[in-house]
């Protein structure tokens, strides 16, 4: 006589959870919605190459300075793409919040940092992209550039942790403003004000006593002095900054302050994003 024994079927693993996909295809919407044609790909990129071939050329004549002032214009360039990119990409938080799918989104079972990290993804790539091409026109108009490995390193973390940064400012202007019209109103007096303040387009101890004093609390000015220290080897904004001997404490503390800025700033716009979603 056979006995049959119930053959013992075991449960199926479930397969992995990539946690970066839900981020991944967030941040695929969002870049559709921000760049659905090539000519809003495009359109950004005329700013970096206007200040490139136009306007550094004509302040360097119009000021009879010499073409390392082109390379200081083209770097200082840098401090003004990344807060407006940045914001006008908070700007399109309110247009999906208004008339897109963020009521869907944020009762699908997706973390709620994560749409504010997906947006963060998109802003920062085309920032990125923003910031290449105007090297790569400066570049090919002749500017010039003193690169090391060390000194790329410090660019990109500075320029890297401002983007991130300036992007919680938009995050966190666009959950607390409800229309376009306001948010927009906003963006000169946060994105452009600092830049002239912040070294620019001149060395910060140009400015009166007191300006010089505000301008070293703005991250932007410690953002631009480790991009210039980076890309032109220039030394002389983190001395005005700071005033110290070692050019390495001095870059290590602006990018503290920098890092700072980013890191509370995320935190701050995550923390807003999450309770105006409840709200």
Do not use: C
Request: net charge positive; no cysteine; charged share 10%.
């Amino acid at each position: 006589m056979t006995t049959l024994t119930p053959e013992l079927t075991l449960p199926r693993a479930r397969p992995a959870r990539n946690p970066l996909a839900p981020l991944a295809t967030l941040a695929r919407r969002r870049f559709q919605l921000t760049a659905r044609t090539p000519r809003e790909l495009a359109v950004p990129l005329i700013t970096p190459i206007l200040f490139a071939l136009v306007i550094a050329p004509a302040l360097k004549q119009a000021l009879h300075t010499g073409s390392a002032y082109e390379s200081f214009v083209a770097t200082g360039t840098i401090g003004l793409l990344i807060p407006l990119n940045t914001l006008f990409s908070g700007l399109s938080v309110i247009v999906d919040r208004e008339s897109g799918a963020q009521r869907e989104l944020l009762a699908a079972p997706i973390p709620r940092p994560l749409l504010v990290l997906g947006n963060l993804v998109v802003a920062f790539a085309i920032t990125a992209l923003q910031i290449g091409v105007l090297i790569g026109v400066a570049v090919a108009r002749g500017i010039h550039f003193h690169v090391t490995g060390a000194g790329l390193a410090w660019f990109l973390g500075a320029g890297a942790l401002f983007a991130v940064g300036m992007y919680g400012v938009a995050e966190t202007l666009a959950s607390r403003i409800p229309k376009a019209e306001e948010y927009i109103a906003r963006v000169p007096a946060i994105g452009i004000v600092p830049w002239f303040l912040a070294g620019a387009l001149f060395p910060i101890k140009a400015l009166p006593g007191f300006l010089t004093w505000i301008a070293r609390f703005l991250p932007l000015t410690h953002a631009l002095a480790l991009v210039r220290y980076g890309l032109l080897d220039d030394r002389g904004a983190l001395h005005d900054i700071w005033g110290m001997s070692s050019t390495g404490a001095m870059a290590g503390l602006s990018l503290l302050v920098v890092a700072g800025f980013a890191a509370v700033l995320m935190a701050v716009s995550i923390r807003v994003f999450t309770r105006s979603a409840v709200g």
